[in-house]
């Protein structure tokens, strides 16, 4: 039987940080080869709670508008990504921008998430018009976590995809944009 774990890593604090950074965020992770492109901008009724519900519409969007949500972006060129999150309604309705997973042929990448055992796994990044509280929760144990209150943050959802941000590339990248102060929390299933 395997785990499928959905990491979450937020700033303690919520808040919506500015397009710009947001953008330099999204940059980064691509500049940085922490992702792979194949990827995809969603905007509307964005289930974070969720993350693989909003994978699988991202990864099987072949055209039709799913209901109730946007698909601004689909495709594998940084600069059209990047020109197109400058233009969608940044902090007006819920964003979700998707990646296909983890790039494993970066060495650092690799290297650490081989030492703790991870698998591959698809990469959110949220920027929520509104906070909202979130609860991770432990299917096995039938258990509900903390409530957290959040704007913006990052989910990796995959089977033994991340549970943690300590000792990979992902942790410096994400002190930067978040702060040192980051909450990191994850559920399972």
Known sequence: ????????????????????QFC????????????????????????????????????????????ALDIYYKGEDR???????????????????WFEGFNWQNPSLAASFGRQGYANADLLLYALAQPRPLRCFDCFAGTLGEEHTIQVCVRATGN??????????????????????????RSYS
């Open 1 to 20: 039987m395997s785990i499928w774990i959905d990491l979450l890593v937020a700033p303690r604090r919520p808040r919506l940080p500015g397009r710009n």
């Open 160 to 185: 033994r995809g991340p549970w943690g941000i300590a000792g990979t590339p992902l942790e410096a990248l994400l002190a930067r944009h978040f702060g040192v102060d980051v909450l990191v929390d």
């Open 79 to 97: 600069v059209s990504l990047i020109k197109t999150l400058a233009e969608v309604p940044y902090g007006q309705t819920d964003l979700c921008l």
């Open 24 to 67: 330099a965020l999204a940059a980064d992770l691509i500049d940085q080869a922490l992702v792979t492109m194949l990827c995809a901008i969603l905007g509307g009724a964005i289930s974070v709670e969720y993350p693989l519900a909003v994978a699988n519409v991202a990864t099987s969007f072949t055209g039709e508008k799913p209901e």
